[in-house]
């Protein structure tokens, strides 16, 4: 099934949470997705008949240094040997994004790493706490507008 398909399906079945299909992207075709609505476009994507994507193979986040964060789930169909790019882009103001750890287990640590490292709140994520800092570091390190502190617990950091 081709890319195209796939965003005529989704946008067919959820209308306005389909935001933008990009089938001209420089690696791969990506679909934008609004990010209140990514559990159910996710369950829609494991479940239905033909397309049943079954392997989230990683899930990142990106800085786009415009005022806003994105996640990027990179799925694939184990059965039908097609894949699939999903974006969904939040405010750094508020970055909240559905949880799709109930969708795919293997997003629970990869969410865990985007809230660490970026900021962004899965919502509805069993266990969303840090993952690589110290419960107590201040800032999210892959921000670009991130200041690295001078001190932690009376140590200087080394920058």
């Known amino acids: 099934m081709t890319s195209q398909e796939i965003y005529d399906r989704l946008k067919g079945k959820f209308g306005d949470a389909i935001l ?5 992207a420089v690696v791969d075709p990506f679909i934008t ?3 209140g609505r ?3 476009i996710g369950l829609y994507l494991r479940e239905e008949s033909g397309l049943e994507f079954d392997y989230l193979m990683c899930l990142s986040s990106v800085d786009s240094n415009d005022g806003n964060l994105a996640v990027v789930y990179h799925l694939n169909s184990l059965k039908h040997g097609h894949k699939l790019t999903i974006k969904v882009k939040v405010s750094r103001d ?8 109930g969708v795919w287990k293997s997003a629970n640590w990869h969410e865990r790493e985007a ?45």
């Open 38 to 40: 990514m559990k159910e």
């Open 33 to 35: 997705v609004a990010p």
């Open 20 to 24: 933008e299909f990009k089938a001209d």
């Open 94 to 101: 508020s970055p909240v994004v559905q949880s799709v750890e």
């Open 115 to 159: 809230f660490d490292m970026m900021g962004i709140r899965f919502e509805g994520h069993p266990d969303l706490r840090r993952i690589l800092c110290p419960d107590d570091w201040e800032g999210h390190p892959l921000r670009k507008d991130y200041k690295v502190q001078e001190f932690y617990h009376g140590m200087k950091v080394p920058y």
